[in-house]
């Protein structure tokens, strides 16, 4: 398979951000599940606290053809346009333990 992996770790910004996920959710999750600019989701959800599950963030796996390509992808997700994230994080990445069938070695 052509391409490579991607990490995306994003922090939301903690005042606005249950209202945001709230109103925007149904729209990031249709939006996640299509393949867009040559990038798909792999597999991803919310980060949050051991304490009382408070969620503080996303986290997806993204498979594409560079990293401005998911950079698009990401740029289009409905969480992104509506200024969920304070910060973000993203690395490419290799898949070890627990590949899917077409990555594994």
Sequence with gaps: MSGAYFIFRGYDVPETSAAIRTRIRPEHRAYIREARHGVRVAAGGMVVTDADD???GTLLILHGPDR???MRYL???PYWAAGL???YE???WTW???AP???AP
Excluded: P, Q, S, W
């Design 54 to 56: 408070h969620v503080t």
């Design 68 to 70: 401005a390509a998911v």
């Design 75 to 77: 740029g289009g997700d």
């Design 85 to 87: 994230f304070a910060r």
């Design 90 to 92: 993203l690395d490419r």
């Design 96 to 98: 070890g333990l627990g």
């Design 101 to 103: 069938a077409e990555e």
